[in-house]
Antibody
Framework: EVQLVESGGGLVKPGGSLRLSCVAS????????MNWVRQAPGKGLEWVSS????????YYADSVKGRFTISRDTATSSLYLQMDSLRADDTAVYYC?????????????WGQGALVTVSS | DIQMTQSPSSVSASVGETITITCRAS??????LAWYQQKPGKAPNLLIH???SFQSGVPSRFNGSGSETDFTLTILGLQPEDAATYYC?????????FGGGTKVEI
């Protein structure tokens, strides 16, 4: 069974930093692209960032480019999102997702989410 | 960026009725289109990928169709557990983009 478990969320002041982690299990982590998707309170879904299976390529939404960094560690089957220069509009539930397969980047599996609140 | 316009934003229907949700892309996305169901406080659940392919375990009353710019999700014979918000997603080109969502009330 595919499982994705996020951690690292919390309350942070504007301008601060936070690092989200996602531990994956139930599949061969090194063969799937991984992604972060967020949802602000009461709002819709927003893709944040993606990383290819090898970690060679990364992609970011314009809203987070230059402030967020996605990375992965095959040894621990972990996905990370380093979030710097946080702003109030970064407040959201952040979901770790796995792509469907090697041919499709559709977000097939989701974690339970980690709440990040940016407030003074 | 590819914009995804989803309609209606909300719909109210009765048990047993059939509803249709549409998603229009600002440019062609081939069949790189998925539909999700999200219930309050939960992560989204993948229903349909490749525009019309069922995800494992999804009831057959959920049907997806379309290609390039126009897509539909049809729910045949609504059930009480179908009350949720539904989103489309294009995964053809970065940045991947979601529709604004359709809240289904039963």
């Amino acid at each position: 069974e595919v499982q994705l478990v996020e951690s690292g969320g919390g309350l942070v002041k504007p301008g601060g930093s936070l690092r989200l982690s996602c531990v994956a299990s139930g599949f061969t982590f090194s063969t799937y692209n991984m992604n972060w998707v967020r949802q602000a309170p009461g709002k819709g879904l927003e893709w944040v960032s993606s990383i290819t299976s090898s970690g060679s390529y990364v992609y970011y939404a314009d809203s987070v480019k230059g402030r967020f960094t996605i990375s992965r560690d095959t040894a621990t089957s972990s996905l990370y999102l380093q979030m710097d220069s946080l702003r109030a509009d970064d407040t959201a539930v952040y979901y770790c997702t796995r792509s469907l397969n090697s041919a499709s980047d559709i977000f097939a599996f989701w974690g339970q989410g980690a709440l990040v609140t940016v407030s003074s | 960026d590819i914009q995804m316009t989803q309609s209606p934003s909300s719909v109210s229907a009765s048990v047993g009725e059939t509803i249709t949700i549409t998603c229009r892309a600002s440019q062609g996305v081939s069949a790189w289109l998925a539909w999700y169901q999200q219930k309050p406080g939960k992560a989204p659940n993948l229903l349909i990928h490749a525009a019309s392919s069922f995800q494992s375990g999804v009831p057959s009353r959920f049907n997806g169709s379309g290609s390039e710019t126009d897509f539909t999700l049809t729910i045949l014979g609504l059930q009480p557990e179908d009350a949720a918000t539904y989103y489309c997603l294009q995964a053809h080109r970065y940045p991947f983009t979601f529709g604004g969502g359709t809240k289904v009330e039963i």
